[in-house]
């Protein structure tokens, strides 16, 4: 449950990073308005090309947003 609260934690920092609201950033990831809303409330992982989409939008380390590095360089 640890490991899932840092996920949550770290997608929602990416995207409170990145300026834009969640339906913003939905929609330059091509996703639907309600999807970071989802992942916030059940905790759900992106798929792998949703993820790369969502690294490339706000900037993120994947590595980072899975738990496979400390911080963000």
Known sequence: MKRL???ISRVNQAINDS???RRE??????LARTYFYNI???GAHMTAY???RFCAVTGSSADYLL???EAEE
């Open 5 to 7: 609260q840092g996920y």
């Open 50 to 52: 949703t993820l790369a």
């Open 19 to 21: 300026g834009m609201t």
């Open 40 to 42: 916030e409330a059940t």
């Open 25 to 30: 950033l939905a929609e330059r990831c091509g």
């Open 67 to 69: 738990g496979l590095k």
